[in-house]
């Protein structure tokens, strides 16, 4: 099978306010996987999108073996041969409709069928999963999947078509360490039948196991293009940071004061176990295990988005009710969840309504009008102490980084002054440098005083950050561990079960 060689040239793209590409250059070819990494807000999601056609008024050439591809739209990147998997896999897909009607989607739309052939559709998707050694029926609804499952599919839909070249954007973000080990074997497939891989991520030591080059990008400008086997971790942060990275985990607030949160005997109708967990003031609590394990389950029902069946939940010593959500933010409980998109911002409001979302009556005058003036200069207070990235405070929340989103899905709790604050998986998907400004974040809750739950799947953050840690294992607590005495293969033990 012969080399194609995809090269994008002076690609340059600008937004209201932001020059987010300037005259990018970057090059793939087939049967390789190149990494395209960056912090938040580099640019590389930009790029990607000016290559799917998602993006139509950029400058710049795009060329396949030296022949222009006139790429303006989605259907001319795929007519060409590029398919993209996002991170939001639940929006690419049609829960309603089956595996292997999703999988066949787009060639169906394609050929314009007047009468569809239903055996024939779930054979040939059937053929397709076989060929990706994926073990699923093509008849199963998407609505019953997992989410790593969903992922899978996605793929399968990608290579139905002729694919010269698979975009992967986060593909690890949501998923195990099992269900990543099948991923990699996937994509080591696809390499063999010369498809290009494109893999952005922000895990390093996968991009240094799975990707034969590097393309590093930094304010929207290319900083470098390297072959793996050339470069080290340290370098590449230090490229895509501009400069050295520092400690990367606040000091510990020491100080602890009274029991804030106290969780006793909790079950709730799908999986949380006679679960008990206890949170003091300036305390960050790790909440520690692997997916499936009830972390997200237990976030949501302290918020009051699960029924609890049995067990009872204290706030400062008394007991309370958490119907709803807006039962918890009542009783002085934030919630940052894990699907910031989908639950933690609205993506099609401004920053401005973003932040002031969780606390509008702070903003409202006689009659309940709002006061734009007051609530435009909190947000703008907000932006600069959190270091929120945006061309103004009347930006689309949209249009910035996932680092900077996050931000966002943070900053609009600190002006209600909650005393629980819940964080599930807070740094999923963001870069380093993100990452170390969402640590400090949270340090600087604990020193007021604030009580901290931090779910992770990130057994490196759970050591960092907290000073005890609970690991669930299947709706339970397994064990109680204390961080300076423990180490992470202790947390990934009980976490799989271990006695």
């Known amino acids: 099978m012969s080399t194609q060689v ?30 395209l990494i960056g912090a938040n807000g580099a640019g590389k999601s930009t790029l990607m999108k000016v290559l799917s056609g998602a993006y ?31 991170q939001e896999v639940d929006t690419a897909l049609v829960s309603y409709l089956t595996v292997g009607e999703n999988i066949m989607l787009g060639k169906t739309v394609r050929e314009n069928r007047q009468f569809m052939n239903w055996r024939g559709l779930h054979k040939d998707a059937s053929l397709v999963l076989e060929k990706l050694n994926i073990r699923l029926s093509s008849k199963k609804l998407v609505s019953e999947l997992t989410l790593a499952e969903k992922q899978m599919v996605l793929i399968a839909k990608s290579i139905a078509t002729d694919c010269r070249f698979l975009i992967l954007d986060e593909p690890t973000a949501p998923l195990s360490q099992a269900e990543t080990k099948e991923l990699f074997r996937i994509i080591e497939d696809l390499k063999n039948q010369n498809v290009g891989i494109i893999f952005i991520s922000h895990r390093l030591p996968e991009i240094f196991e799975l990707c034969e080059e590097i393309t590093v990008m930094r304010n929207g400008m290319l900083v470098s293009k390297e072959v793996t086997s050339a470069t080290t971790q340290n370098r590449v942060v230090e490229q895509m940071l501009g400069k050295k990275l520092e400690e990367q985990f606040p000091e510990q607030p020491y100080t602890h004061g009274r029991t804030v949160l106290e969780v006793s005997n909790l079950c709730d109708s799908t999986k949380l176990n006679n679960l008990s967990i206890k949170v003091s003031e300036g305390e960050i609590i790790g909440i520690a295990g692997l997916v499936g394990a009830g972390k997200t389950e237990l976030c949501k029902t302290l918020f009051g988005l699960s029924d609890v069946t049995s067990g009872d939940i204290f706030i400062k010593g008394r007991r309370v009710q958490l119907k709803s959500p807006h039962e918890a933010v009542k009783n002085g409980i934030a919630l940052v969840p894990e699907e910031r998109r989908k639950e933690g911002i609205l993506v099609t409001e401004t920053v401005t309504t973003n932040l002031t979302a969780a606390s509008l009556n702070t903003f409202t005058s006689f009659f309940s009008f709002l006061d734009r003036k007051k609530e435009k200069k909190k947000a703008t207070e907000l932006i600069a102490s959190l270091g929120i990235k945006t061309p103004s405070p009347d930006a689309i929340a949209q249009h910035l980084s996932g680092g900077n989103q996050q931000k966002i899905a943070i900053g609009k709790w600190l002006i209600t002054d909650a005393d629980v604050y819940i964080f599930d998986e807070p740094t999923k998907g963001v870069d380093i440098g993100a990452k170390k400004d969402i640590y400090e974040l949270i340090a600087d809750l604990a020193r007021r005083g604030k009580a901290i739950l931090y779910a992770s799947s990130e057994t490196s953050e759970i050591m960092g950050i907290t000073s005890r840690v609970y690991v669930l294992y299947d709706g339970k607590v397994s064990r109680e561990l204390k961080t300076s005495g423990t180490d992470e293969e202790e947390i990934l033990y009980y976490s799989a079960g271990g006695k």
Do not use: C, W
């Open 56 to 86: 139509s008024h950029y400058s710049g050439e795009i060329e396949l073996d030296g022949t222009l591809l006139p790429i303006r739209t989605p259907k001319d990147a795929q007519d060409f041969g590029i398919q993209t998997v996002y």
């Open 6 to 35: 995809l090269q994008m040239t002076n690609i340059s793209i600008e937004f209201p306010g932001v020059k987010a590409l300037n005259q990018v250059d970057f090059t793939a070819e087939t049967g390789k996987v190149h990494a």
